[in-house]
């Protein structure tokens, strides 16, 4: 059915320079290759409770060297993920307790807002302990690679874009459904086992919940990539527990190095955040960039971006330059946002990205 619906999604498949940014994900969505949080299962690690914070981040550190050697044999045939034994305690049940750590005095998203969620405190994004998602489904409107995509969508956000397409979920308008990590990794399971390619985080935003998504993970027992679908606004630390656990890092850049990020979406330092989160997943993943473009902010926003990303992350670089901007929530504030984009808007925007010479990028 879904091959009728977009059959972009199965010529993909063919396209080489696709293919080329997107190689290990190809491999992992068709079981050829195992998804990173599967190999950090079979890292060992050694901890316990009364260690230090500091003593756990540098074990952390050299088991992220330890996972990429790994990963290198099994890629090259040299060893096989079956044959790795399951440690009593892995690297992925560091990250676990690592984020549990950071859930007492939350500091996932770049905010450093502080607040104890485990005793119900509630800091920027109103998220506390426990997941609370809003719809778990497969999704047929994303990019041709990820379709048809597991997606799920998690309440509450880091950012407060007045423009927002999902704000009744990032706002807290709906009310979600609370999910305990065994059943959300069934629900994963399903989704795989049912013909997803992969598994989709997003919102709303999934940084708040990454502890709960790492949890979840331990109980996941099929192979599935992992999409970490996210506007990018996240901690170094959280950056840090993402490296050995997301496959691709579907990635937002909304503003340029002007004061768009915080006069639209609340966003302080938003350029300087997102340029090191985008530098810090091209070391450690794959990537697909996200850049909505909005009227009126080609110059400010659309420019620098598609500038940046040819410059700093390579002209091959996955990268969806997005004409989806409708009007939403609160955007009749914001004079230049109260209209959808221009045909003229489109077409420069188009020709921005060809004179940077981006070569592997979709409208």
């Excluded at 950012?159 to 999910?179: A, F, P």
């Excluded at 503003?255 to 966003?267: F, K, L, M, Q, W």
């Excluded at 940046?308 to 929530?329: C, D, H, K, S």
């Excluded at 946002?337 to 221009?342: A, D, E, F, G, V």
Aim: net charge negative; aromatic share 8%; proline share 5%.
């Amino acid at each position: 059915m879904w091959q009728r619906l977009r059959p972009d999604a199965s010529a993909v498949l063919d396209e080489e320079r696709v293919r080329a940014s997107l190689t290990r994900y190809f491999a992992v969505m068709q079981d050829e290759k195992p998804a990173k949080f599967q190999i950090s299962k079979r890292i060992a690690a050694e901890f316990d409770d009364e260690d230090s914070t500091e003593l756990l981040w540098r074990q952390h550190a050299e088991l992220i060297g330890e996972h990429e050697k790994l990963e290198e044999k099994i890629d090259l045939g040299r060893q096989s993920l079956r044959e790795t034994p399951l440690p009593k305690q892995s690297l992925l049940d560091l990250k676990v307790e690592i984020a549990g750590r950071i859930l007492r005095r939350c500091h996932f998203c770049t905010r450093r807002c502080g607040v104890d969620r485990t005793i119900g405190e509630f800091g920027y994004c109103k998220c506390g302990s426990k997941i609370v998602v809003s719809s778990i489904f497969a999704h047929m409107g994303e990019e041709p690679e990820l379709v048809p995509s597991g997606t799920i969508f998690t309440m509450g956000c880091t950012m407060r874009c007045k423009h927002c397409q999902n704000w009744t979920i990032s706002q807290w308008l709906e009310n979600g459904e609370v999910y305990d990590p065994e059943c959300l990794a069934k629900e994963i399971e399903t989704l795989r086992v049912n013909g997803c390619r992969n598994v989709n985080l997003v919102g709303g935003e999934p940084t708040p919940w990454l502890e709960q998504w790492l949890e979840t993970f331990k109980h996941v027992n099929v192979n599935t990539p992992i999409v970490w679908n996210s506007n990018s606004y996240y901690s170094p630390e959280a950056a840090q527990l993402l490296v050995g656990f997301a496959d691709i890092y579907l990635l937002d850049f909304k503003y340029g190095p002007e004061r768009c990020a915080a006069r639209v979406s609340d966003a302080p330092d938003y350029w300087e955040v997102c340029t090191r989160n985008h530098q810090e997943a091209k070391k450690h993943g794959e990537m697909i960039v996200r850049i909505l473009v909005l009227p009126n902010h080609l110059d400010c926003c659309t420019k620098p971006i598609i500038n940046w990303i040819a410059e700093n992350l390579g002209v091959r670089t996955r990268v969806n330059v997005m004409f989806q901007y409708r009007p939403e929530w609160r955007a009749c504030e914001m004079p230049e946002l109260q209209r959808r984009l221009s045909r003229d808007e489109m077409e420069t925007a188009t020709r921005i990205a060809k004179e940077a010479k981006l070569a592997n990028f979709i409208t």
